[in-house]
């Protein structure tokens, strides 16, 4: 999935403006999501449904309501009396999506115990589904009656699909399944997550055994990554700046393969 992909099939119908700003922040949901940062996942997710009604009330043919933004004012505004030639999809199906998925965004990690298993990563993926559900309605309505329907379906397709965090922690085992990444960069994608929690280097090898790699083959690259560590007087490794952006680097790799492999 591209800016350069979506973009043209919604500008059509929807304000330019709000179809880049939905963009920006569904890009940045699924990125967050893929980090397993479950909280900044579900504040992007609540911004793109913001960008999204406010494109579909332009769309509707409706005065945006005045103040400060409201999601019930411009979910009430579209259930209510817009004109009778606004599609039902617009008018009722995608704001009732909007409202669910919202009212978890708003509330994010606010309505759980916090004993019982984390929330966090359910209410993003309840978040991130309806999102994409809401993307892609959003694309068929816009491109209803076009002629490249196959490619539009396959696009629709790969929104609705389910995701997986490229990150995963299980009881404080760090796991990284970015496709063909080296001991090397699974080590620097955990300092990156652990960041800016100092870890010990025998608990790094711990976790790099963890994600499948031999002792040696673990000790011996975080031999080759010392250029990008701070080393306390304990031991403890810290990802300098140029570690950071290198893990980036990897990471942004690894999710451009992992949506080609959903295409």
């Not at 009430?76 to 965004?105: H, M, Q, W």
């Not at 955990?190 to 790699?213: G, Q, T």
Request: glycine share 6%.
């Amino acid at each position: 999935m591209s800016v350069s992909q979506i973009e043209p099939l919604l500008t059509p119908v929807f304000p330019k403006a709000n179809v880049s700003a939905m963009i920006r922040h569904f890009s940045g949901m699924v990125d967050a999501f893929q980090r397993a940062r479950w909280e900044d996942s579900m504040g992007k997710g609540g911004k793109f449904i913001e960008a999204s009604l406010k494109a579909i009330y332009a769309r509707a043919g409706l005065v945006p309501p005045s103040g400060p933004f409201k999601v019930d004012a411009y979910i009430n505004g579209l259930t209510g009396s817009p004109p009778a030639s606004a599609d039902k999809v617009i008018r009722v199906t995608i704001p009732r999506a909007c409202r669910f998925a919202y009212e978890i965004a708003s509330n994010r990690g606010g309505r759980h115990d916090p004993e019982e298993v984390d929330p966090n990563e359910i209410d993003a993926n309840a978040v991130a589904t309806n999102c994409s559900w809401i993307l892609a309605e959003l694309i068929r309505h816009a491109q209803r009656g076009a002629t490249n329907t196959n490619s539009i379906k396959a696009l629709v397709d790969s929104l609705v699909r389910r995701r997986y965090a490229l990150i995963e922690d299980i009881d404080g085992r760090t796991y990284f399944h970015g496709h063909g990444a080296s001991a090397v960069d699974v080590a620097l994608v955990i300092l990156s997550y652990k960041y800016p929690n100092r870890i010990a280097e025998e608990e790094l090898v711990r976790l790099l055994e963890h994600n499948r790699f031999t002792r040696n083959n673990a000790c011996t690259s975080i031999g080759r990554i010392r250029k990008y560590l701070d080393i306390d007087g304990e031991g403890k490794l810290l990802l300098l700046t140029t570690g950071l952006e290198r893990a980036e680097e990897i990471f942004t790799q690894a999710n451009i393969i992992e949506q080609a492999a959903n295409r």
